[in-house]
C-alpha cells in the first residue's frame, strides 16, 4: 500500500502559511532532529522566497548526535542557519532568538542609517506536524497558548507574542504538508508521528524500521527484545523474532499485528535509545549513483 496524501487539504494549509508568511521578517523552520531531511519541506525555498529562515532541529534529545550533526553540516553546506534545540525541557530556545537578531541585523543596520527607527523583528514558526511546533511557541513564551488555536472551529485573531524588546512571534505555527513522492520518507514521517496512523500502512513501517534498525543499530534491537539477529536476516523473519519473544501464537501463527504495534510503539516511546533515522551514508549513496 502506498501513503496517500490529501491534496487539497495540502493545498490549503500552504496557502495559509502563504498568507501569514508575507506579515514576517523571519521563519523557523522546525524539523525532527532524528530525521532532519525527512521531516523538512524540500519547497521550502518556494514557499518562504526572499525571507531570512532559520532550521530549527527539535527533539534533539532523542536523537543520535553524531548522525545529526552531519545533517546540521549539510543543511549549513547549503546556506542555511541550524539550531539545535529540545523545546520540551526549553533548551537553547534563546539561541534561536539571538541567531533570527543576527540574521537581520544587516537589515536593521540599513534601516538605522536611513534615520528610520526599526520596528521589532517579526517571526513565525512552521514544519510538519508533530515536530514541536506548540511546544516550541509555548515554552518560549512560558505560557499554553499555540495549542488551543490548532483547535477546527476555534478562530481566534492572530497575535503577536512579544519575545522580548526586539523580537515578535506570531502565535500560531504554519502547518506544512510536504510533498513527497518517495515512500521511505512517507514511513519516516510515520514513525515520528507526522501522518496518521489510519492512513498509513503499518505493516510497511514496522517492516521499515526493522530494516533500518538492522543497518544502523542493530545492537539496540538485539538488545530491547533480547534477541540474535544479524543484518542480513531478513526484515520478516526479525519480526517473527520479536513476535516469539513477546507474543503468544495465534492459532499456530505470530501474532503479526501486535508486533507490528509494539515495533512502532517502541520506537515512539524510544525504547531504542538514541536514534537518528535519516541516514547520511545512505543520501550520499544514491547522490553517488545519481551522479553516475
Ligand atoms: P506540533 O504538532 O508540531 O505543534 O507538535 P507539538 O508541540 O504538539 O509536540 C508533539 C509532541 O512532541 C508532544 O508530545 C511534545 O511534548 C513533544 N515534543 C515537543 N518538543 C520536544 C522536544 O524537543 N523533545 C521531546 N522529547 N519531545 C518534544
Same mark, same amino acid.
Given at each position: 500500500?502506498?501513503? $496517500? ?6 493545498a490549503?494549509?500552504?496557502?495559509? &502559511?502563504?498568507?501569514? @508568511?508575507?506579515?514576517?521578517? +523571519?521563519?523557523?523552520?522546525?524539523v ?8 523538512h ?5 518556494? &514557499?518562504?522566497?526572499? *525571507?531570512?529562515?532559520i +532550521? +530549527?532541529?527539535?527533539?534533539i534529545?532523542?536523537?543520535?548526535r553524531a ?12 546556506? !542555511?542557519? &541550524? ?21 537581520l541585523?544587516?537589515?536593521i543596520?540599513? %534601516? &538605522?542609517a *536611513?534615520?528610520?527607527?526599526?520596528r521589532?523583528?517579526r517571526?513565525?514558526?512552521i ?5 514541536g511546533?506548540s511546544?516550541?511557541?509555548?515554552k ?8 488551543t ?8 485573531? $492572530?497575535q503577536?507574542?512579544k519575545?522580548?524588546? =526586539?523580537i515578535e512571534?506570531? =502565535? ?6 510536504p510533498?513527497f513522492?518517495? %515512500? ?7 514513525l515520528?508521528?507526522? +501522518?496518521?496512523d ?13 530494516? @533500518?534498525?538492522?543497518?544502523? !543499530? @542493530? ?6 527484545y533480547k ?20 507474543f503468544?501464537?495465534?492459532g ?6 501486535s508486533?507490528? *504495534?509494539?515495533?512502532i510503539q517502541?520506537?515512539r516511546? $524510544? ?11 545512505? @543520501?550520499?549513496?544514491?547522490?553517488? $549513483?545519481?551522479?553516475?
Amino acid at each position: 500500500m502506498v501513503i $496517500q496524501w490529501f491534496p487539497g487539504h495540502m493545498a490549503k494549509a500552504t496557502r495559509e &502559511v502563504k498568507e501569514k @508568511l508575507k506579515l514576517v521578517d +523571519i521563519v523557523f523552520e522546525l524539523v525532527d532532529a532524528r530525521c532532519p531531511l525527512s521531516s523538512h519541506n524540500m519547497y521550502l525555498d518556494e &514557499v518562504v522566497k526572499d *525571507k531570512k529562515k532559520i +532550521i +530549527i532541529f527539535n527533539k534533539i534529545d532523542l536523537c543520535d548526535r553524531a548522525e545529526t550533526a552531519k545533517w546540521k553540516n549539510y543543511f549549513e553546506n547549503k546556506g !542555511y542557519t &541550524v539550531v539545535y534545540t529540545d523545546a520540551k525541557n526549553s533548551n537553547n530556545l534563546n539561541k534561536v532568538i539571538d541567531k533570527a537578531k543576527e540574521e537581520l541585523a544587516e537589515k536593521i543596520a540599513r %534601516q &538605522v542609517a *536611513k534615520g528610520i527607527k526599526p520596528r521589532a523583528i517579526r517571526s513565525m514558526v512552521i514544519g510538519v506536524p508533530n515536530v514541536g511546533k506548540s511546544t516550541f511557541i509555548n515554552k518560549l513564551i512560558k505560557k499554553n497558548i499555540a495549542n488551543t488555536a490548532n483547535k477546527p472551529g476555534v478562530t481566534k485573531k $492572530q497575535q503577536w507574542l512579544k519575545l522580548n524588546k =526586539d523580537i515578535e512571534l506570531l =502565535d500560531t505555527p504554519g502547518i506544512l504538508m510536504p510533498k513527497f513522492d518517495n %515512500q521511505e520518507i512517507g514511513k519516516k514521517l510515520s514513525l515520528i508521528g507526522s +501522518i496518521k496512523d489510519d492512513i498509513t500502512p503499518l505493516d510497511d513501517v514496522s517492516l521499515y524500521l526493522i530494516e @533500518l534498525l538492522k543497518e544502523n !543499530y @542493530l545492537e539496540n534491537l538485539n538488545n530491547l527484545y533480547k534477541i540474535n539477529v544479524n543484518s542480513d536476516d531478513e526484515n520478516v523473519f526479525i519480526m517473527e523474532k520479536v513476535a516469539e519473544k513477546r507474543f503468544k501464537k495465534i492459532g499456530g501463527d505470530y501474532d503479526y499485528d501486535s508486533t507490528i *504495534k509494539l515495533l512502532i510503539q517502541d520506537f515512539r516511546t $524510544q525504547k531504542f535509545g538514541l536514534i537518528t533515522l535519516d541516514n547520511y551514508n545512505f @543520501l550520499l549513496e544514491n547522490e553517488e $549513483q545519481n551522479e553516475n
